[in-house]
């Protein structure tokens, strides 16, 4: 079975590439401030809960 002309690595390298300028394209300095930002907050939350449990142990998950 032979495999259809538009398929292999070399277009799935082009539909990567294209799909990467069209996200370039579609995000400005304001979009990734903000995506940087959430990551940055996202992340402190699992250091947060990561230093709870390593103080309480198992009791983390109790409130007050």
Do not use: H, Y
Not at 32 to 50: E, Q, T
């Amino acid at each position: 079975m032979a495999n259809p002309p538009e398929a292999g690595p070399e277009v799935g390298e082009k539909r990567a590439v294209q799909s990467d300028k069209q996200l370039r394209r579609a995000l400005n300095q304001w979009d990734i401030a903000f995506l940087v930002v959430g990551a940055m907050i996202g992340s402190g939350w699992l250091f947060g809960s990561l230093g709870a449990a390593n103080t309480a142990g198992p009791a983390a998950i109790f409130p007050g």
